[in-house]
């Protein structure tokens, strides 16, 4: 096996090519992660691997804009392994093919689980997680998500109470695994 090979193969961290979001080969470290056979990735919408098509479309937009700016995109949300349980992910993407972010691209994937536990969430909970997450107001994810200043305020409120935090500031940092 050639080194390169050797590298993208044996790589500490979960790594896939994707073409128009299709899985076209991924090392060990993925198919760990998500408990499958790198093998039967292949040819696989990485679409599978989103706790719903909602999150997997709207992820999707996102990444695009992104890329479509820089080439390059990045977040921190919650997929899902062969089993049906869910777990929190970094995922980093670089497209090859500029003009079309998408067409072909090499995506990194980190697991999170240890430095960051899931709690049940509604996909819209989840929705509002990643975008207070990114530092935005409750004015900003309303804007976004076609939601009142009030409702996106009652769902943080949910948030709070799940995640057992007393103020915004703490449940930032239990929502992104950092230490208290």
Same mark, same amino acid.
């Given at each position: 096996?050639?080194? =390169?090979?050797?590298?993208? @193969?044996?790589?500490?961290?979960? +790594?896939?090519?994707?073409?128009? *979001?299709?899985?076209?080969?991924?090392?060990?470290?993925? !198919?760990?992660?998500?408990?499958?056979?790198?093998? $039967?990735?292949?040819?696989?919408?990485?679409?599978?691997?989103?706790?719903?098509?909602? =999150?997997?479309?709207?992820? /999707? @937009?996102? /990444?695009?804009?992104?890329?479509?700016?820089?080439?390059?995109?990045? =977040?921190?949300?919650?997929? &899902?392994? *062969?089993? /049906?349980?869910?777990?929190?992910?970094?995922?980093? !993407? &670089?497209?090859?093919?500029?003009?079309?972010?998408? &067409?072909? !691209?090499?995506?990194?994937?980190?697991?999170?689980? =240890?430095? *960051?536990?899931?709690?049940?969430?509604?996909?819209?909970?989840?929705?509002?997680?990643?975008?207070?997450?990114?530092?935005?107001?409750? $004015? @900003?994810?309303? +804007?976004?998500?076609?939601?009142?200043? *009030?409702?996106?305020?009652?769902?943080?409120?949910?948030?709070?109470? $799940?995640? /057992?935090?007393?103020?915004?500031?703490?449940?930032?940092?239990?929502?992104?695994?950092?230490?208290?």
């Amino acid at each position: 096996m050639e080194l =390169d090979a050797l590298a993208f @193969e044996h790589a500490p961290i979960g +790594l896939a090519i994707l073409e128009n *979001r299709i899985i076209r080969r991924c090392n060990r470290a993925f !198919g760990e992660m998500f408990l499958e056979d790198p093998a $039967k990735c292949e040819g696989v919408s990485l679409g599978e691997f989103y706790p719903s098509e909602k =999150d997997f479309h709207m992820i /999707g @937009e996102r /990444g695009l804009a992104s890329m479509r700016r820089t080439g390059r995109y990045n =977040d921190e949300r919650i997929m &899902q392994r *062969r089993d /049906g349980t869910f777990f929190w992910c970094r995922a980093r !993407g &670089q497209s090859l093919t500029p003009d079309q972010p998408f &067409q072909r !691209g090499i995506w990194t994937f980190a697991d999170l689980s =240890d430095e *960051r536990p899931v709690v049940e969430l509604t996909q819209r909970e989840r929705e509002v997680a990643i975008l207070t997450c990114r530092g935005m107001t409750s $004015k @900003e994810i309303g +804007l976004e998500l076609d939601l009142s200043y *009030r409702t996106v305020e009652e769902y943080r409120a949910r948030l709070l109470r $799940k995640f /057992g935090a007393r103020k915004l500031a703490e449940l930032v940092a239990k929502l992104s695994g950092m230490p208290l």
